[in-house]
DNA sequence: TCGATATTTTTGTTGCATCAAATATCAATT
DNA sequence: AATTGATATTTGATGCAACAAAAATATCGA
């Protein structure tokens, strides 16, 4: 029978084509981007017609988002992203070192050697990235840096907590990186981490990935305290 | 101006009156407390007609609840309450202990001597509801101690995730806990965390916490190892 | 010019009809 | 009896209109 031929060889089901799932994952981008004018008012009909759908699967988005706490009601109706206060910079950073850490630890155990090359070869493209001043790519391979690993714990409702809280901290990134790619701190993190995915040591990588969020985190403080 | 009298005594804003939200709140409470069948069918309708509003609300509890996890797709029109798997368990437990120990040691910063006397309060009704054998309102206070010490760390993004934790091991929690009660382990863990609180031991209610949540994993894995 | 009030516009919510797709039912054939 | 295939039913997604509430704007009085 052809399901004995297919078995493991074809993948599940991987069914996920709504409209509502579209336009979410669109209106994500565009907030991790920090394309999006800080506190910039939102609405159903805006959002719909921005991105050519009706209002049902823009309310949708919306209201997704507003409950993983990437948007925020400041009035009844109002939705504005919210611009990242030092308490939530506190609360996120210390989630980020709970979650990613253990993801991270997670991660050699899966880990194989196609995993390494690839995490080399994007390193190699945040170095260029850095080198001509290209931020926009820098922060979204960096992105695919940090989610590589995580993925690898092989927990996937995990990995959706911790993309939840790269939300929050994205717009204020944004902000961040032409003086983020000054200095290079971040590119010895991530060696640290290829070495010690490498040699499957769980606490080393986990311990590189939380400096890196320590490091970010200094810097957004910083940006923080200065903007008042 | 009463606002000044107010301030800082009366909750924020409160504002959250919308069916959707209703109904969210309401299927939850219904999750948690293993009301449901479990892997019986949920459709839009049917919770719409249970609950006595029309489909939108209902389609958005149910579309919230599955971006939690509470709810899974088992095929594409086919949602369900999931059940437990050993890697589920493992996968809800290790996040638990990270974000519920996160919260737990940061507790003490705002503990209040009332706050103490509260959680007293409330392992005192536990005690005489495993007297009485009274499983449902053990689960509950169990609950609102849990939660009375996880709001303490006056990070209410974090609270939420722990809470979307806990909606993934309720209906399980529920089934197991006619044997829990046997056996009172978790009496000395909340005792334990009692006393670290009132003596502002964030280490102590951490690891109060943690066992608790390992104590229950043990019980939750031989109940699934067993049922295979 | 400024502040309060009235008016207009915009907004989220809700319910519902429609449609394509998925599921369930059942008969026919092997 | 089991499996296939056709048919009927159920389902989620989507768009849209109506409504009440909120926000924006205009108006007026001092």
Redesign the pocket.
């Known amino acids: 029978m052809s399901e004995h031929l297919l078995a493991g060889v074809v993948t599940p089901i991987a069914?996920q084509?709504?409209?509502?799932?579209?336009t979410y994952a669109r209106l994500k981008e565009i907030i991790v981007a920090g394309s999006f004018p800080p506190n910039e008012?939102?609405?159903?009909?805006?959002v719909?017609a921005a991105l050519g759908?009706?209002?049902?699967?823009a309310?949708?988005a919306?209201?997704r988002l507003l409950s993983e706490g990437a948007l925020v009601n400041?009035?009844?109706?109002?939705?504005v992203i919210p611009s990242l206060t030092l308490d939530a910079l506190d609360e996120v950073t210390a989630t980020r070192l709970a979650l990613e850490g253990l993801a991270a630890e997670r991660s050699v155990l899966a880990a194989a050697p196609a995993d390494v090359t690839a995490l080399e070869l994007m390193q190699a493209a945040i170095n260029s990235g850095l080198d001509a001043a290209d931020y926009r790519e820098v922060l979204k391979v960096n992105r695919e840096f940090h989610f590589l690993i995580y993925r690898l714990s092989g927990w996937p409702r995990l990995v959706a907590m911790i993309e939840s809280l790269w939300l929050r901290v994205g717009p204020s990134l944004n902000e961040l990186y032409p003086d983020f790619a000054q200095n290079r701190r971040g590119v010895s993190n991530h060696m640290a981490a290829i070495d010690g995915l490498r040699a499957k040591d769980g606490a080393k990588v986990r311990f590189a990935m939380e400096q890196d969020i320590r490091d970010g985190y200094v810097r957004l403080k910083a940006m923080i305290t200065s903007r008042g």
């Open positions: 069914r084509s709504n409209l509502g799932e579209l008012k939102l609405t159903v009909r805006s719909a759908v009706s209002t049902t699967p309310r949708d919306i209201n400041e009035g009844p109706k109002t939705v």
